[in-house]
């Protein structure tokens, strides 16, 4: 069974770092591709990233290079550095089984909320 959870939300300040973990189980993340979308409150899922297994990265354009999505192997654990964050950052992020074309219908986590305030 296709199990995702999610971790490392929270409060962080504008200008602030997170790291978001996202556990898998069922799969493995190192033969799969994986995505972070979010959703802020209000508005529908939005793509952020996605990892191939050949380890190719993909990113919204709309980022501006500040988020990193990276996995360990041996922990078979997905990550997302969350740099120089703004309020526009605020949502609920989810890790997905799938790439860019699943951000909406793959198999993803309950979802991490952060929150972006001073």
């Known amino acids: 069974e296709v199990r995702l959870a999610e971790s490392g939300g929270g409060l962080v300040p504008p200008g602030g770092f997170t790291r978001l973990s996202c556990a898998a189980s069922?799969?493995?993340?190192?033969?799969?591709?994986m995505s972070w979308v979010r959703q802020p409150p209000g508005k529908g899922l939005e793509w952020i990233c996605s990892?191939?297994?050949?380890?190719?990265?993909h990113y919204s354009p709309s980022l501006n290079g500040r988020f990193g999505i990276t996995r360990d192997v041996p922990k078979n654990t997905l990550y997302l550095d969350l740099n120089s964050l703004t309020t526009d950052d605020t949502a609920t992020y989810y890790c997905?089984?799938?790439?860019?074309?699943?951000?909406?219908?793959?198999?993803r986590g309950p979802g991490t909320r952060v929150t972006v305030s001073s």
């Open positions: 997905v089984k799938g790439d860019k074309s699943a951000a909406t219908s793959g198999p």
């Open positions: 990892l191939d297994p050949d380890g190719m990265s």
């Open positions: 069922g799969f493995t993340v190192r033969h799969n591709p």
